[in-house]
Each structure stands twice: as structure tokens, then as C-alpha cells.
């Protein structure tokens, strides 16, 4: 079976409208949601009853599907407000649900049988057999855990029906704990992470107190690398997507429900060149490869896919992505750019835009529209709502106004590098 014949998926987040919208405009095929209640990102905005219609009739408009996140494990208090909830979001529309736990799978089935169903990777699946029982549940999908190897995808796809799909996250945050079943949150600091509370202690730095010796705190080393034992580099793809594909991959996942509008609608954008160049047999140019280092992000690596992580080189060069799994110099984020504004419109060679961080006439400035690379700016003039000529943008949400002969579509970002 040649999965380069197939019209591969590029699936982004959206953790709210925002997020919605910058996922259509640069260029997902599907984008995945969470309504108020049983996802696993409590932290974003996510949707309600309404938000949730409306942001499903968009996405339908420009040909995009929806799938609602419904993977966390409820409780005993829970699952009886579980029908009219998904009641509801197929009312909306949604194409399909995400789900982990057993029991809810059924109910989806009970009460939305039209309905999709994929199996979350909180499922932690790794092998033919789960998906083959997966799919007699009525699974058509199956999120892969993020802890299988190109090779056993390959053995997964050569054994389960041919219409089952096979999604792997490609690009975002990863958890120490297996398929992010994690307690360490919840013990810590009663955040559930398994009901989209986490509080990220992985990422936090040890000290060891010896009981007879309080106040004295001493590091805790795992070897002579570091500390940060438990900090996770973030997953990186981008340049392997043709390796994904050949080995069965349906669904090409961007992680990141919890993130903002510039952060989806980059990843989005450098992924959607990459896949594309991917299915024309080409590799993608080095701007687009250079995108991902743009975002606030942690060091990249390719996850389990070649193997165990810290079978490869496990470099502690930030900007080299590796095959080492763990960073442990610190759990800090790389952040070399900066979301400045928004093209509202272009219009007889003025550019409008709402600025949302500080920047200046000075500043190295670039234009990030969609399915295209960026454009470097140097704007002459500026002003602001009043049409007095400012030099620097102080205040976020203020309306700006600059001539200019560039013209792109509404909805580009402008950045700044720091």
C-alpha cells in the first residue's frame, strides 16, 4: 500500500476561535476541538454549545473537519452527563470524536452513532492487536502512542483493515509519562493531568533534603548532564514526513490546544509547504524548515520514531534536532521571535493592522502569510488610530496603519525578531 497516493491529513489545534481561524486560513485539512467539558486542555478557551456551531459551520465552508476531544477518563459523577454532551456536538456537526476510555466509546456509539470515532493516544495503543480490537468497537482511527517507532507503525498498518487511518503526532510538546498518563501533577499540586489540569512538574528543577538536615538543599544530578531529569525536548517532524507517510501514517498531528493563534497558524503553515512538497516528491526549501524555529519552543527531536530517544546522539545544542529524547541544561523555552500584529487588510497601499505586542520602525520585521514565504519588511512610516506618525507600537489591541506596496491577505501575522 503506497501512502504517498493518498491525500495525507494535516491536523491542527484549535483551543479557540482564534486558533480556529488561523488554522484555516494556513491551510489544515482538519482541526481538532474540545467543548467546556471531558477534554483534555481545561487550560484553553475551547467552546461552548454555540461557539462550537458556529465555529463547525466555518470550518465546513472552506471544506475542513472537525473532531471534539472527549479524552479524559471521567469519573463516577461524569458519565451520566456524557449523552447529552455529545447529544449536542452532533447537533453541531463535529465529523468525529476523540476518545480514550472504554466507556465512553460506547456511549458514543449508544447516543451519536453517526459519529466518528478515533481512538485518543491517552488509549496507548502500540500494537495490531489494540487496533484490531479498537476497530470491532467501532474505532476508525487510531491515535497512535507517541512511544512507536516507524517500524512497528509499518506492522500496525499491515495488519489492520485497510479502511482503518493511522494518526501520529508530528510536531509540539511531549510527556515523559507513557502516552501522558501521568500522577505527578495531580500529587503534586492536585492539577489532574489526566483531566487536562497539568501543571507541568516534569518540567520543574529537583533539590534533595536530607531529613536529619533540613533547610539544606543539594541538586539532584542523573549523571553529569544536568538536573532536569524528567524535561522533555518537544517533537519535530518537519523534515521527515516522507518516512511517516511510507510507513502508513494517515493524520500528520500538530500538538497544541493550549497555544496561541501565531503558534498554530505557523506550525500550520510550515507543515501544510513540508506535507506538500512531501506528496510532489520534493523536500521542502529551507524556509520552511527554518519556520519552526520561530516559535517559543523547546529543543527539537524526532521522539521515539527512530528508536528509543536517548539511543541517539541525546546533543545538548538547542538548536540541533536529535534523537535524544530529554534536555537537561534547562526547561526554559527558545524564543528568537515575536507575534507583533495582525493584517486586518490591504488596501490602495495601505496596510491595516491590530498590534498585539510592542515593536518599533527599527525592529527586523517580517510578514507570515499563508502558503508562502515569509517577507521581510522595513515600513518607512507608521501610524496610529488617530493618523498621527508614531515610531513605536506601545499598546496591544491599538489600530495601526502603514503605507506600503505589499499586499497580503487578511488574517497575516507580522513578527519581529528579538
Sequence with gaps: MDNKNLRAELLAPAGDEECLLSALDFGADAVYLAGKTFGMRAGAKNFGTE?????????????????ITCNTVPTNNEVDLFPEFIRAADECGVDAVIAADIGVISMIKEHAPRLAIHASTQTGAVNYRTALELYKMGVCRVVLAREVDLENIRTIRKNIPEDMEIETFVHGAMCVSFSGRCLISEYLTGRNANRGECAQPCRWGYYLMEEKRPNEFYKIFEDEKGTFI?????????EHLDDLLDAGVTSLKIEGRAKSAYYTALTTNAYRAALDCCLRGEKPPAWVLGEVNKISHRPYCTGFFYGHPNEGSGSQDPNKVTNGGQYFTASGYIRDYDFVATV????????YLTQRNYFTLSDELEILAPNREPIRFTPEKMFNADMEEIDVARHAMSKLTIPTDIEVPSHSLLRKRL
Design 51 to 67: 461557539e462550537l456551531f458556529g465555529a463547525v459551520r466555518t470550518a465546513h465552508e472552506r471544506d475542513v473537519k472537525v473532531y
Design 344 to 351: 486586518d487588510k490591504c488596501e490602495n497601499g495601505i496596510m
Design 230 to 238: 524528567l524535561n522533555a525536548r518537544d517533537m519535530c517532524m518537519i
